[in-house]
């Protein structure tokens, strides 16, 4: 009598409150845990703006990559050394520790040169440093041509005494000239009256961004160190402090500078307890040693198979380093798969039968529900099909030595043994036969001097995997069989 398995249940949903902040003259506060939608009116009570309302530890002003402190703003240098940022002292909008924090705003230095002297001028710092030392120079040209305008009106008044028509163009030259002077002048001066702004043609400042190492806890510990990082004390995870779990503050990172406030990493050794092939997969609380094998549905360590918790099961391949060009003898995989070979072998029949029905429950078809089961033939929720599994593939690239080899790779885990032919894993998944036929992680396709490999689906038998010239060869082969000449000489 066929048995059936069942998929777990969805957990409860997480806690909806966050941490609200809001501005002060004084910098960046909290008002507490509360409701996303009341974190508003809460800073509006005392007169101010929602920041941000901070869901996770990292979720905080703190974090604010446009907010400095004073040194680090004024130690921010452009490519000559040369002091780069000017802080604007602090921000409502920034926490007030570490000395108070606010906006960092770029200094620029005259290093363009000018393919056309403005005077005297040779180098600009930017467009308006360029179009106010342009207006400078055209209104110094506009002022000397009106002072001359006028002098040669004084000249033409003079000679002309007597001479009516002449004394009238010297005062009418005069006049113009110092029309168009006031005109110069008065421009300037009421453009500077309303906003000095508009005379200095100043480009808006722009606040500058800082980087920020912002690290949630799925990083190693040890690969961050061995990069520099400086991390705290670990803090024991439910294997202990140096195993699977536990996680450690990171302090700096690897140039020396602070990452963002509540960053973590875990530690990823697996006792030897664990048996080999173990890896660490999820974070703090929720992480477990196990291994690609066994992180099918329902397992007995309570992970959940995905795509992102298979990726972390991975083996290391076989040798880890090597050179550009040189293939691993070995190939790791460990990836996601809905596909039912993969998860029980050819013959498993897929039942739509309630997800947690009870022992004794007569399934139509399929039989009287006894409780978990695997292998060939035995009957599966649709449900539990579709919450996937992972599976672990290793390939020996000396066995590798044509495009179709690939097809007949097994993918195993603790429910097939035995193992599920690539060739017939073709559901939706990280990995498949088609994806594995075209990635060619072997390099077979440039090792032996031929086309790309190219995947062939096949209807009733398994799937293959051809290069062009071997899928040209076949059918030239099936043409001559079928014409009674059988195979090319």
């Not at 452009?78 to 906006?103: E, I, N, T």
């Not at 498949?432 to 990635?439: A, I």
């Amino acid at each position: 009598m066929p048995r059936v398995v069942f998929a777990q249940t969805a957990p409860a949903p997480a806690s909806t409150t966050c941490t609200c902040y809001c501005t002060s003259p004084n910098g960046a506060v909290t008002t507490g845990p509360q409701q996303p939608e009341a974190c508003s009116d809460s800073c509006k009570k005392g007169g101010e703006k929602q920041i941000m309302c901070g869901k996770t530890p990292t979720d905080t002003p703190e974090n604010n990559t446009l907010c400095f402190t004073q040194k680090e703003c004024e130690s921010q240098a452009d490519g000559k050394g040369r002091q780069a940022g000017r802080w604007l002292g602090q921000a409502p909008d920034c926490v007030a520790s570490f000395g108070g924090q606010g906006y960092c705003t770029p200094i620029t230095y005259a290093d363009i040169d000018l393919s056309f002297k403005l005077g005297e001028v040779s180098k600009v710092s930017d467009l308006g440093d360029y179009v106010q030392r342009g207006y400078n120079l055209l209104l110094g040209i506009g002022t000397t041509i009106a002072i001359v305008m006028i002098m040669v009106g004084g000249l033409q008044y003079v000679i002309g005494a007597g001479m009516s028509e002449q004394v009238m163009k010297g005062k009418e030259r005069i006049k113009k000239a110092l029309i168009g002077l006031v005109l110069l002048m008065g421009a300037y001066v009421i453009l500077n009256t309303v906003s000095p702004q508009l005379v200095r043609l100043e480009l808006p400042a722009t606040p500058m961004v800082k980087r920020v190492t912002l690290l949630d806890g799925s990083k190693d510990c040890k690969t961050l160190e061995d990069k520099g990082f400086k991390t705290g004390d670990a803090v024991a995870g439910k294997l202990g402090l140096n195993f699977c779990g536990a996680t450690k503050p990171v302090l700096k990172d690897e140039k020396g500078t602070d990452v963002a406030a509540g960053s973590i990493c875990q530690v990823m050794e697996c006792p030897p307890s664990a048996g080999e092939g173990a890896r660490c997969a999820g974070i703090g609380d929720k992480a477990v040693c196990v291994s690609c094998q066994a992180a099918v549905p329902n397992n007995s360590i309570g992970l959940k198979p995905d795509a992102g918790s298979c990726r972390q099961l991975k083996k290391d391949d076989v040798p880890k380093e090597l050179a550009k060009d040189q293939t691993p003898t070995e190939l790791n995989y460990c990836f996601f798969t809905t596909d039912s070979s993969a998860m029980l072998g050819a013959g498993a029949v897929v039942a739509d039968v309630a997800v947690g029905a009870a022992a004794g429950t007569v399934v139509p078809g399929v039989g009287t529900v006894t409780g978990a089961a695997v292998g060939a033939g035995v009957a599966v929720s649709s449900a539990l099909i579709a919450a996937g599994t992972c599976a672990e593939l290793s390939i020996r690239c000396a066995d590798i030595k044509a495009c179709n080899d690939y097809m007949g790779q097994k993918a195993k885990n603790e429910w097939l043994v035995s193992g599920a032919l690539m060739g017939t894993i073709d559901e939706a998944g990280d990995m498949t036969g088609e994806k594995l036929c075209t990635l060619d992680p072997c390099d077979i396709a440039k090792k032996k001097k031929i086309q790309p490999c190219q995947f062939v689906e096949r209807t009733g038998v398994n799937d293959e995997c051809w290069s062009a010239e071997e899928i040209e060869e076949e059918m030239e082969f099936e043409e001559r069989r079928a014409e009674g000449f059988g195979a090319i000489p």
